[in-house]
């Protein structure tokens, strides 16, 4: 508390990251005494890109390296005038998802809630370069590295800025947080920044999904599926987009689908078939396509909304399930950590 009226801290925070600027002096209607003592507390420094690639399609991928050394990755996927950030909530994930790259890295730390908006305030700064064609992020997914409801403090703090007049503006629909089914934080998420939720659900029953998404052992897909309706019964409009990675012979046959409908028929849902993105070693194959339009049109035959997520950056290891970074190794001490809600490193 620098003793300051509270529109004071609404200026910096426009200035940061309505503006993006990076240097104390551009905030001309500060003045500059309050500068210099922000100056002595605080400073303005992003994460440190370590690369920069662009696929074929344009979508672009950053390794942005964070405190201890540690490397994360950020993605911004354009589509007309729609363009989607995908950012990561943690080092590493501690969930074990066997169709996803991220898992095999460990787990080593949660993000900060600077390290979260710096990911947001990164790229707005790196699409927006001279001589080149400004991009805007008109939509953030929390679908990078990490679980984000197992960092759910330092996930809600970043979410306040983005829906913040004064950060980046966006609606709460345009944001969506993706969790594997970390039920106990589904209310607070609610109550405290209710956006849209997106559930990795992969499988229809609680046998195959317990091999798929260990953490289904302990919030089997009933309560998994109770909570979901939760989340949206105050809203008759929002609904909750199911993830379905289509895996060749393992998720992807007609009675999984007709399964799957059964199981959706009460939820207010939209599906969203992603056709699994090979990473190397992986235990899994890409269904085909044949198999996995057959499998959508058994979904909507039975009235639920469903899409095909359409691959996007698979030539720079950009697409869903494929991204790695660098986990720094620590004690084991992290293998023992609860999964419970906001669990800090």
């Known amino acids: 508390d ?7 801290a609404a200026q910096v925070l426009q200035w940061l990251h309505h503006f993006g600027v990076d240097d104390l002096n551009a905030m001309t209607n500060i ?4 500068r210099a003592t922000i100056a002595e507390q605080a400073m303005i420094a992003g994460p440190e890109v370590v690369s920069d690639h662009t696929a074929s399609d344009g979508t672009r991928k950053w390794v942005l390296r964070m405190a201890g050394g540690s490397d994360i990755e950020t993605v911004f996927i354009p589509d007309g005038n729609r363009g989607t950030l995908c950012i990561s909530s943690q080092v590493g994930c501690q969930l074990n ?6 898992a095999r890295q460990g787990f080593n730390r949660n993000l900060s809630t600077a390290e979260i908006i710096g990911q947001v305030w990164t790229a707005r700064r790196l699409l927006d370069q001279p001589d080149t064609r400004p991009q805007a992020v008109t939509n953030v997914v929390f679908m990078g590295m990490g679980e984000p409801l197992l960092n759910l403090s330092a996930v809600t703090d970043a979410i306040d800025i983005m829906l913040d007049d004064h950060g980046y503006g966006l609606s709460r ?11 106990p934080a589904f209310a607070a998420l609610r109550e405290r920044v209710p956006v849209s939720l ?11 999904r317990n091999q798929l998404v260990p953490l289904n052992r302990k919030y089997p897909i009933a309560q998994l599926l109770a909570a979901c309706k939760t989340y949206v019964a105050e809203e008759s409009r929002q609904k909750v987009t199911f993830e379905y990675a289509m895996l060749r012979g393992i998720n992807d046959q007609p009675s999984h689908a007709r399964t799957l409908a059964k199981l959706l028929q009460k939820v207010p849902a939209k599906i969203n078939l992603i056709p699994f993105n090979p990473f190397p070693d992986a235990p899994y194959q890409r269904s085909d396509d044949e198999t996995i339009l057959r499998f959508q049109q058994i979904l909507i035959t039975a009235g639920l909304i469903t899409t095909i997520r359409r691959t996007r950056g698979d030539d720079i290891d950009a697409a869903c399930g494929q991204l790695v970074g660098k986990v720094v190794p620590r004690q084991r001490r992290h293998n023992s950590l609860e999964l419970r809600q906001g669990v800090h490193a």
């Open 97 to 102: 998802c066997t169709f996803c790259s991220t």
């Open 31 to 34: 003045s500059k005494s309050l």
């Open 173 to 183: 629909r345009r944001v969506t947080v993706s969790t594997a089914g970390v039920i």
């Open 2 to 8: 620098m003793g300051e009226k509270r529109f004071r």
């Open 198 to 208: 997106a559930v990795s659900l992969h499988a229809p029953t609680d046998e195959l």
